[in-house]
């Protein structure tokens, strides 16, 4: 009889720091099972976003691409290009039921290949006609549903918290546990179970049993501002550059990262929950269960909450592989790797092709030894923005049709990325190498869609102009 194929259930959280975890030495927050989840399988400490926002990132995560690639840059697009393979698509080829629970953030892509939704995002659906909002209504909760908090403060909400019973957090992890309930073990799934937060608004519910005292929370030792007087020269997040002590004060910072590691508490509860079921079930032998988020988030880091911007707080992201007698446990990973990786990792564990129009690299090796990545850049943009990142240096680069503009940091010397010496001329040869890694990363994953077939001499990384 022929092995049953493994399952996948991929669990993502929104904007979560990759050091808000009790196994990365966080001194307050509180995260017993995903501490669990990581000590019985392999983390990698050092994994990096391809973009710093939600819709470009999730697009990196599920087509195992470059967002200069797949070509979604921006969180209010009109739409994901049908033309894009998704990881959950691909796997129904291979019998796979595919499910999304939560937050989806994948506007206007028809090809998403998940055929089960549960869906809690106010822009996952037309206005609040989403599964969450229709739950609460049902139960007269929803006059309190808030998708926006208090732009001015930290996305605080002023409105009475939802019961804990009926949070967000509590009817994803339920929606999660009923899904694999229905399932049929003859049948494989790939679930991406999505939680909404700790994304703002940052609204603890009520009754909530995992609260944290505001004057007894360490903040993070980087407490100067990054920047005072307005913004880095490519990006601006409005509002957001509000939510910083200077506008607000530190007793607002140390409530809002309170509610911040509230949520993180509860979430981490749910997940706990999500994998008794597996046990419950039977199904946790045979299932692959992966932890991640689509990016990060200041959590407290230059005395300022959300996100934005190139720094490591919002592109470093956490990553946990984990499958009893699959994946070996207590495996602790400093190499660098992105989020490309998932898609052609998923395809090695399963044992099946990776596509050709897949960017990233297996980390089924990594995971199978005690190898650890020896990749020396990984790579981030914004639109107009191209960002490299080595294990001694990052380098943040563009041109406005006048000025070559740019940010350059030694992470050793400086690894909170204060000091930038993109334009002394002790540091002109490591830019110039840097800049030349930028462009030749960029050239070597460009895929131009209409480019004739024997015009130019291709890289093997292109797959658009080959039969």
């Given at each position: 009889m022929a092995a049953a194929k493994k399952n996948v259930l991929m669990i993502m959280v929104d904007q979560h720091h990759a050091r808000c975890f009790g196994h990365m030495g966080n001194p307050d927050v509180k995260t017993p099972n995903l501490d669990r989840l990581a000590a019985g399988g392999v983390r990698f400490d050092n994994c990096f976003a391809q973009h710093g926002t939600c819709i470009p990132s999730r697009t990196s995560w599920l087509t195992g691409q470059y967002c200069h690639t797949h070509g979604v840059f921006g969180s209010d697009t009109d739409g994901i290009p049908a033309s894009l393979l998704s990881l959950p698509a691909y796997l129904k080829n291979f019998g796979y039921g595919t499910a999304l629970i939560g937050k989806k953030h994948l506007p206007g892509w028809p090809t998403h290949g998940f055929d089960y939704e549960r869906l809690c995002y106010h822009a996952d659906a037309p206005?609040?006609?989403?599964?969450?909002?229709?739950?609460?209504k049902k139960h007269d909760l929803h006059?309190?549903?808030?998708?926006?908090?208090?732009?001015?403060?930290?996305?605080?909400?002023?409105?009475?918290?939802?019961?804990?019973?009926?949070?967000?957090?509590?009817?994803?992890?339920?929606?999660?546990?009923?899904?694999?309930?229905?399932?049929?073990?003859?049948?494989?799934?790939?679930?991406?179970?999505?939680?909404?937060?700790?994304?703002?608004?940052?609204?603890?519910?009520?009754?909530?049993?995992?609260?944290?005292?505001?004057?007894?929370?360490t903040l993070p030792e980087n407490q100067k501002e990054k920047i005072p007087g307005g913004t880095p020269f490519y990006f601006n997040r409005n509002v957001e550059l509000k939510w910083c002590t200077s506008v607000s004060g530190e007793e607002t910072l140390r409530e809002a990262l309170c509610a911040y590691y509230s949520l993180i508490s509860l979430i981490d509860r749910e997940i706990g929950l999500i994998m008794d079921k597996l046990d419950e079930l039977a199904l946790r032998e045979n299932t692959v269960v992966i932890f991640c988020s689509d990016h990060g988030d200041y959590a407290g880091e230059y005395a300022r909450m959300a996100k934005g911007w190139s720094y490591d707080a919002i592109l470093r992201v956490p990553l946990i592989w984990n499958m009893p007698g699959e994946i070996p446990s207590g495996q602790v990973k400093q190499g660098l790797v992105e989020q490309v990786d998932f898609f052609p990792t998923i395809c090695d564990l399963l044992g099946i092709t990776t596509p050709r129009c897949v960017q990233g690299q297996s980390l089924l090796p990594l995971l199978k030894s005690d190898a650890d990545s020896?990749?020396?850049?990984?790579?981030?943009?914004?639109?107009?923005?191209?960002?490299v990142r080595t294990r001694l240096y990052k380098l943040n680069y563009t041109f406005d049709g006048t000025d070559e503009l740019g940010e350059l940091f030694s992470l050793e010397d400086d690894p909170r990325e204060y000091d930038n010496l993109f334009a002394t001329e002790e540091y002109a040869d490591i830019r110039e190498k840097l800049l030349r890694k930028l462009l030749n990363w960029h050239i070597q994953t460009q895929q131009p869609f209409n480019s004739p077939r024997n015009d130019e001499h291709l890289p093997p990384s292109r797959w658009f102009a080959r039969g």
């Open positions: 206005f609040r006609a989403h599964d969450y909002y229709q739950y609460l006059h309190l549903y808030d998708d926006l908090g208090d732009v001015e403060k930290f996305c605080l909400s002023d409105l009475p918290a939802v019961p804990v019973e009926h949070s967000l957090e509590v009817w994803t992890g339920r929606e999660a546990t009923k899904y694999l309930e229905l399932q049929n073990k003859d049948k494989p799934f790939f679930a991406q179970v999505s939680f909404e937060r700790p994304h703002p608004p940052l609204t603890v519910p009520q009754g909530c049993p995992f609260i944290y005292d505001p004057a007894k929370i020896e990749r020396d850049a990984v790579f981030s943009e914004y639109l107009g923005v191209k960002t």
